[in-house]
């Protein structure tokens, strides 16, 4: 069993940036795909990024593309979100994934099997 951990989050002005990480202690996520999912209060958790084992591929959530960057570790064993131009609508609990499969790198919450606790962002205006 992998066990996952945000950090990172905080509070930041409109237009600012972050940087999320996530570490894997346990079993390592390198030879799976990876994902970053978000929470807002009153909503449900959505999608945000995804990356493949060996990071060839990405994929971003319209509302973020263009703003975030998913990225792994030159250990493969760490996965980071940048976040940059942040909107306060991108104010949520953060989320890291890991997926069931090395090459998937959808938004489908069913494809991913361990989930961190989550990093609280939030953008003030």
């Known amino acids: 069993q992998v066990q996952l951990v945000e950090s990172g989050g905080g509070l930041v002005q409109a237009g600012g940036s972050l940087r999320l990480s996530c570490a894997a202690s346990?079993?390592?996520?390198?030879?799976?795909?990876m994902g970053w999912f978000r929470q807002a209060p009153g909503k449900e958790r959505e999608f945000v990024a995804a990356?493949?084992?060996?990071?060839?591929?990405?994929y971003y959530a319209d509302p973020v593309k263009g703003r975030f960057t998913i990225s792994r570790g030159s250990a493969k064993n760490t996965l980071y979100l940048q976040m940059n131009s942040l909107k306060p609508e991108d104010t949520a609990v953060y989320y890291c994934?890991?997926?069931?499969?090395?090459?998937?790198?959808?938004?489908?919450?069913?494809?991913?099997?361990?989930w961190g606790q989550g990093t609280q962002v939030t953008v003030s205006s």
């Open positions: 346990g079993r390592t996520f390198s030879n799976y795909a």
């Open positions: 990356i493949t084992w060996n990071g060839g591929t990405t």
């Open positions: 994934a890991r997926s069931r499969r090395p090459t998937y790198y959808g938004g489908a919450e069913y494809e991913y099997d361990s």
